[in-house]
């Protein structure tokens, strides 16, 4: 019988062969040497009886064996993680235990907001934040390692049910140093996304880290408007991207709440997008199909319960 473990490791191998295209080039991003991997592939296919990699197509791809034996692999290792993850849960006092993942940029803002209520109500339970990338956490929900993620839109993962717990739109940034400043200008609000155009084009643009939600969003808004930025830093919180426009480094895209508050700093002109187009939209998700725990759905419904004073 083959080791669960073992099987394990071939997910990785098997997606980063097919990610890569080559044998070479996998080996070189997993660090081992092209001769170990492919030793490693043929012995696996030897003992499943099946041809799992399609050699005579260039760049490598999996064959239906392959295909089968990969889906069904990570289906079956994301169920076993469950049943740890969800004794581990049992074994702590009361069956009390919940674990967050967040970013930290957003955590420190809203989960002051909801603990302090939710403690009043479940203050037997453990609760643990993992503070990471919304990419990682999403990853860490998929695999049972968080019960809960707070994060902003969009989720790419098809098993990942979510519910929106508040909203709020999007800013245009404009710095006194850009050529269309206009002193002493009220907010104004933009018809369309693609009006943005003018302001970014051959003008620096401050934006977030791509493993930042908003930016996500940002970078696929604009990617299918047909718009392309001039990028001059990239920093993964975004007050601070906001205060580095305001003093005339770059124009850049901020929810409300954080444009809000930095128009006390300098004189910049906020262009607010429209909500259709493109705004911040605040979620709470787990594992699709997932039975939910009291302390799960206790959390969402105080969550939901906060609104938009989530992001005020």
Do not use: W
């Not at 604009?222 to 005339?248: D, M, P, W, Y």
């Not at 770059?250 to 187009?277: F, H, M, R």
Request: hydrophobic share 40%; aromatic share 8%.
């Amino acid at each position: 019988m083959r080791s669960f473990e073992n099987d394990q490791q071939f997910i990785k191998i098997l997606e980063t062969i097919i990610e890569y295209g080559s044998v070479s080039k996998a080996a070189d991003y997993l660090f081992i040497s092209q001769p170990s991997l492919s030793k490693k592939l043929k012995q696996l296919e030897r003992d499943l009886g099946v041809t799992l990699i399609d050699r005579k197509h260039h760049p490598l791809r999996l064959t239906e064996a392959g295909e089968f034996y990969l889906t069904n692999l990570k289906r079956l290792t994301s169920q076993y993680e469950a049943v740890y993850h969800d004794l581990t849960r049992m074994a702590s006092s009361n069956h009390g235990q919940l674990t967050l993942g967040v970013t930290q940029s957003l955590g420190q803002k809203i989960l002051p907001l909801i603990l302090p209520q939710y403690h009043k109500v479940y203050n037997d339970v453990n609760i643990q934040i993992v503070e990471d990338t919304s990419e990682h956490n999403e990853e860490r929900l998929i695999h049972a390692k968080i019960d809960l993620y707070l994060g902003i839109l969009p989720i790419f993962r098809s098993d990942v049910h979510y519910e929106q717990l508040a909203s709020e739109p999007a800013y245009l940034l404009v710095p006194q140093s850009h050529p269309r400043y206009v002193a002493d200008q009220p907010k104004q609000k933009l018809a369309s996304v693609k009006d943005i155009l003018p302001f970014v084009t051959d003008f620096p643009y401050i934006s977030a880290s791509e493993n930042v939600g908003f930016q996500r969003l940002i970078t696929n808004t604009l990617a299918e408007n047909g718009i392309t930025l001039k990028h001059f830093l990239r920093c993964s919180n975004l007050l601070t991207i906001a205060q580095l426009a305001v003093r005339n480094l770059g124009c850049t895209i901020v929810p409300k709440s954080v444009a809000n508050k930095v128009k006390n700093i300098q004189p910049a002109n906020y262009y607010e997008l429209p909500v259709d187009d493109l705004s911040y939209k605040l979620v709470i998700a787990h594992k699709e199909n997932e039975d939910l725990t009291a302390q799960m759905a206790a959390f969402i419904k105080m969550a939901k319960g906060l609104g938009d004073r989530l992001l005020a």
